[in-house]
């Protein structure tokens, strides 16, 4: 059985990780991966109660994880449907190209740790395509907000999915991942910067002469200011909520959209119903990427399996007995998450390492929330962040590899590099 499975989920894995190449959806192959997963264990458990028991925990696990992601890329949504996110962009103006992408990264980079990096990466792109007319430079600005945007998201308890999922399952807590990895992420973004910026020294800013279309949907600036500071406001009280309650984070978020839903109807009571449905709580549900969520429902049940079967834990023996050093270990599951997905590899190891051996905020925890969460930039489908700049810029897999992989290499391990020094220090 044990084989068998094991078998499967690489299969699994390896058609997750080429879904590009051939034209498969990564979430239909992990789903499928789940349930022939639990399909095998199910056939081979002699006790069905026990079984379900497994199941039922797993589910719940996967549950909070999905119920927290899906609120929060809800009230983005219904920020950016109010143009909320101009409050921020509107203010970015400069001549100099070097300042410019100095400004563009710094925002990346705290906007990311309040919203997510894939969502800050389409806002910021989104930006620089009204700000400039050169698409070689703009290439360049959207290998430095991918950086930056991982970056940022690594040590926010809701900056990055991977984070996340380490706060949701109890392995850090978020005072502590904001301040011991906030100045390894910086430094990791802050390498590549130097030298990017560096490179476009003394070019001035050619900007675009285009008429904006009117589509008829507008907001005020009330109503932009409102639901902006709202959304950011709730999203950023959630580990407040946390702390003080101690119920798990998706209670608060989803009471945080209660609150937005409500607010949203209020403000837009006095219009027709077709004016302002792009502005509703229903309509901002239609437009969160809901492919993700089952993507993530179907890859943490698989991974489950492999906690159950204790194929997790032995991996973990194995990898101390072979490799022998935690830090190089979480290395090389950063540096693979510039190939594979991410997520995957810190459920994995959620799994191998247990809550009873190294508690949380254990070294263990904090160094892979900032490698699982900085190692994609490495390469450009290395994150989600990548593929959506890759997506809406036309960014060469290999253009990225020769202009931005080693850059961002170098500040993966200069942050890294950073982290233990003052994991030593402190």
């Not at 973004?189 to 285009?210: E, I």
């Not at 263990?364 to 900032?370: G, K, S, T």
Request: glycine share 8%; aromatic share 10%; proline share 3%.
């Amino acid at each position: 059985m044990i084989a068998a499975i094991v078998v499967l989920f690489v299969i699994a894995y390896a058609a997750i990780a080429l879904e590009h190449p051939i034209k498969v959806n990564k979430s239909a192959s992990a789903l499928i991966a789940a349930g022939v997963l639990w399909t095998i264990y199910a056939l081979a458990a002699s006790d069905p109660h026990v079984l379900n028991e497994e199941l039922g925990h797993s589910l719940m696990g996967t549950a909070q994880i999905v119920f927290f992601l899906m609120g929060a890329m809800t009230i983005v949504e219904v920020v950016d449907a109010h143009n909320g996110f101009e409050v921020i962009t509107e203010r970015i103006r400069t001549s100099k190209l070097t300042s410019l992408m100095w400004l563009v990264a710094f925002v990346t980079f705290f906007l990311s740790a309040v919203l997510d990096n894939l969502t800050t990466t389409i806002v910021m792109i989104s930006l620089l395509r009204k700000l400039l007319a050169n698409h070689d430079d703009r290439l360049f600005f959207a290998g430095i907000i991918v950086i930056a945007a991982n970056s940022g998201g690594a040590w926010s308890p809701i900056g990055d999915v991977t984070t996340t999922m380490l706060w949701i399952g109890g392995q850090i807590t978020a005072g502590a991942i904001v301040t011991s990895v906030i100045v390894p992420a910086l430094v990791s973004m802050l390498l590549p910067l130097a030298f990017t910026a560096y490179a476009l020294r003394g070019r001035l800013v050619v900007g675009r002469s285009v008429i904006d279309v009117d589509h008829g949907l507008h907001t005020t600036a009330f109503e932009r200011n409102l639901m902006f500071f709202l959304g950011i406001g709730i999203l950023v009280a959630v580990p407040a909520f946390k702390t003080v309650t101690h119920l798990p984070p998706f209670m608060g978020v989803l009471f945080g959209l209660g609150i937005l839903w409500l607010v949203g109807d209020l403000l837009h009571r006095r219009k027709n119903d077709e004016d302002k449905h792009r502005f509703t709580l229903v309509h901002a549900l239609t437009r969160i990427d809901m492919g993700s969520l089952v993507f993530f429902v179907g890859i943490l049940l698989s991974v489950a399996t492999l906690e159950h079967t204790h194929v997790l834990a032995s991996l973990a023996e194995w990898l101390n007995e072979t490799v022998g050093r935690l830090d190089v270990i979480v290395l090389i599951i950063g540096i693979a998450s510039a190939i594979v997905d991410n997520v995957p590899l810190v459920a994995a190891s959620m799994g191998m390492y247990s809550l009873t051996t190294y508690p949380p905020d254990h070294f263990l925890w904090q160094f892979l929330a900032y490698c699982a969460g900085t190692g994609g930039s490495i390469l450009i489908i290395g994150s989600a962040a990548g593929v959506a700049a890759m997506g809406l810029e036309k960014i060469h897999f290999f253009w990225y590899v020769r202009k931005i992989s080693a850059l961002a290499l170098a500040g993966y391990f200069a942050g890294a590099g950073a982290y233990l020094l003052q994991h030593q220090l402190l």
